[in-house]
C-alpha cells in the first residue's frame, strides 16, 4: 500500500464535519479564477485550499486574491499526486474533493452530495465536458453519466476496464483516503483513475448523487496528448499492479483475466502507435494471462521483433489495424 510521506500526513485531531476541496496548481493562471469562483460559497464547504506545484505564471498570486495566505500552499514541482497529498495534510474535514484548477464545480453540489453520504465512502454525480471560445466564455459539451450497474456489480474490475469519473465529481470520505494512503506519486498521468480503484479495492462503498455537479475541461495540452507514450506506460504500469494485487489477495477470476487482456491489448496499441518500446511489455503481459490475445496483438508482436516498431505501425495502419 502506497502511503505519503510522515511529514505529509494529516494530523490526529478530529475531523470537521463538511467538506475541504484541495485544488492542485500548476500554470493555472488562465483558468484558476473562474475555478476558485466556482468552489467559493458553496454550502457545506468547511475548507478550500490550493497548493500550488511550482508555477511560474503568477497562479498562486491569484489564489491569494481569494484566500487567506495559509490556505495557499507553495512549494516545488513534484507533481499532481504530491500537491494532492500535501493538501490532504493540511486540512481536516471529513469529505475531500480534489478538483483540478481548470475544472468548475455547479451551484450547489456539495450540498447536494453531501446529502447522500450517511451510507458513503465514495460520492459520485454525472459531469459535463466543456471547452471556451476565443474570449474564454465556455461551451458545454458532452453529459458524462457512470456506469452504476457495472460499478455495484464490481467495482474494481469496472474502473480497471471503462469506468473513469473525473475527481471534481467525487467526494472521498477522509478516512477512506488515509486508509488508501494517498496518491500514488509513480503514475503522473492515471493517478486519479487508479486512486478510484484503489478506493474500490479497499471496499468503498459507491453512492450516486443524481445530478450534474462537475464541469471537466477538455484541454487540448493535456498531459495524455501532449505525451502519447508516457500515458500508454503508465496505462500499462497501473495494469501490472492492479493484476499483482489481484494475484495476491486471489480475486482474479475470470472476468478480471479479461479485463487484464483488453487493458493490455489497449496499452499495447497505443505504445506501437508511440513506436515506444513498451509495447513489447504490454504484448508479453497479455500473453501470460492465457486467453487467447487479440488479432492485433497477434500480427503485430511478430512483425515488431522481425521489422521493428515504426515499419510494424506502418504496415498495420496500410491493413486497417493502427
Given at each position: 500500500?502506497?502511503?505519503?510521506?510522515?511529514?505529509?500526513?494529516?494530523?490526529?485531531?478530529?475531523?470537521?464535519?463538511?467538506?475541504?476541496?484541495?485544488?492542485?496548481?500548476?500554470?493555472?493562471?488562465?483558468?484558476?479564477?473562474?475555478?476558485l469562483e466556482?468552489?467559493i460559497?458553496?454550502?457545506?464547504?468547511?475548507?478550500?485550499i490550493?497548493v500550488?506545484?511550482?508555477?511560474?505564471?503568477?497562479?498562486a498570486?491569484?489564489?491569494?486574491?481569494?484566500?487567506?495566505?495559509?490556505?495557499?500552499?507553495?512549494?516545488p514541482?513534484?507533481?499532481?499526486?504530491?500537491?494532492?497529498?500535501?493538501?490532504?495534510?493540511?486540512?481536516r474535514?471529513?469529505?475531500?474533493?480534489f478538483?483540478?484548477?481548470?475544472?468548475?464545480l455547479?451551484?450547489?453540489?456539495?450540498?447536494?452530495?453531501?446529502?447522500?453520504?450517511e451510507?458513503?465512502?465514495?460520492?459520485a454525480?454525472?459531469y459535463?465536458?466543456?471547452?471556451?471560445?476565443?474570449?474564454?466564455?465556455?461551451?458545454?459539451?458532452?453529459?458524462?453519466?457512470?456506469?452504476?450497474?457495472?460499478l455495484r456489480?464490481?467495482?474494481?474490475?469496472?474502473?480497471a476496464?471503462?469506468?473513469?469519473i473525473?475527481?471534481?465529481?467525487?467526494?472521498?470520505?477522509?478516512?477512506?483516503?488515509?486508509?488508501?494512503?494517498g496518491?500514488?506519486?509513480?503514475?503522473?498521468?492515471?493517478?486519479?483513475?487508479?486512486?478510484?480503484?484503489?478506493?474500490?479495492?479497499?471496499g468503498?462503498?459507491?453512492?450516486?448523487?443524481?445530478?450534474?455537479?462537475?464541469?471537466?475541461?477538455i484541454?487540448?495540452?493535456?498531459?495524455?496528448?501532449?505525451?502519447?507514450?508516457?500515458?500508454w506506460?503508465?496505462?500499462?504500469?497501473?495494469?501490472r499492479?492492479?493484476?499483482?494485487?489481484?494475484?495476491?489477495?486471489?480475486?482474479?477470476?475470470?472476468?478480471?483475466?479479461?479485463?487484464?487482456?483488453?487493458?493490455?491489448?489497449?496499452a499495447?496499441?497505443?505504445?506501437?502507435?508511440?513506436?515506444?518500446?513498451?509495447?513489447?511489455?504490454?504484448s508479453?503481459?497479455?500473453?501470460?494471462?492465457?486467453?487467447?490475445?487479440?488479432?492485433?496483438?497477434?500480427?503485430?508482436?511478430?512483425?515488431?521483433?522481425?521489422?521493428?516498431?515504426?515499419?510494424?505501425?506502418?504496415?498495420?495502419?496500410?491493413?486497417?489495424r493502427?
Amino acid at each position: 500500500m502506497h502511503h505519503p510521506p510522515a511529514e505529509e500526513r494529516a494530523d490526529m485531531r478530529p475531523p470537521l464535519p463538511g467538506v475541504a476541496i484541495i485544488i492542485p496548481c500548476y500554470n493555472a493562471s488562465q483558468s484558476l479564477m473562474q475555478t476558485l469562483e466556482s468552489a467559493i460559497g458553496q454550502p457545506g464547504l468547511t475548507e478550500l485550499i490550493v497548493v500550488d506545484d511550482g508555477s511560474t505564471d503568477g497562479s498562486a498570486e491569484i489564489a491569494r486574491r481569494y484566500l487567506p495566505a495559509d490556505r495557499v500552499i507553495e512549494g516545488p514541482n513534484r507533481g499532481v499526486s504530491a500537491a494532492r497529498n500535501r493538501g490532504i495534510a493540511e486540512t481536516r474535514s471529513e469529505w475531500l474533493l480534489f478538483l483540478d484548477a481548470d475544472d468548475l464545480l455547479t451551484p450547489g453540489t456539495i450540498e447536494r452530495r453531501l446529502a447522500v453520504t450517511e451510507n458513503a465512502d465514495v460520492v459520485a454525480c454525472d459531469y459535463q465536458e466543456f471547452s471556451t471560445d476565443e474570449q474564454g466564455a465556455p461551451i458545454l459539451s458532452q453529459i458524462r453519466g457512470i456506469d452504476w450497474p457495472a460499478l455495484r456489480q464490481d467495482a474494481e474490475k469496472a474502473i480497471a476496464s471503462h469506468v473513469w469519473i473525473t475527481t471534481g465529481a467525487l467526494l472521498y470520505r477522509r478516512e477512506l483516503v488515509e486508509t488508501i494512503g494517498g496518491f500514488r506519486p509513480d503514475l503522473p498521468v492515471i493517478q486519479d483513475a487508479r486512486f478510484m480503484f484503489d478506493a474500490a479495492f479497499h471496499g468503498a462503498r459507491f453512492v450516486a448523487s443524481a445530478h450534474i455537479g462537475a464541469q471537466y475541461r477538455i484541454a487540448a495540452q493535456s498531459l495524455s496528448r501532449r505525451d502519447p507514450a508516457r500515458f500508454w506506460r503508465d496505462v500499462l504500469l497501473n495494469g501490472r499492479q492492479i493484476e499483482a494485487l489481484w494475484r495476491e489477495r486471489g480475486t482474479l477470476t475470470s472476468d478480471r483475466i479479461a479485463t487484464l487482456r483488453d487493458l493490455y491489448d489497449n496499452a499495447g496499441r497505443g505504445l506501437l502507435r508511440c513506436e515506444d518500446q513498451g509495447f513489447f511489455e504490454a504484448s508479453a503481459a497479455g500473453r501470460t494471462l492465457g486467453l487467447r490475445q487479440s488479432r492485433h496483438a497477434r500480427i503485430a508482436t511478430p512483425l515488431a521483433r522481425l521489422l521493428g516498431l515504426r515499419v510494424a505501425h506502418g504496415l498495420l495502419s496500410m491493413m486497417g489495424r493502427p
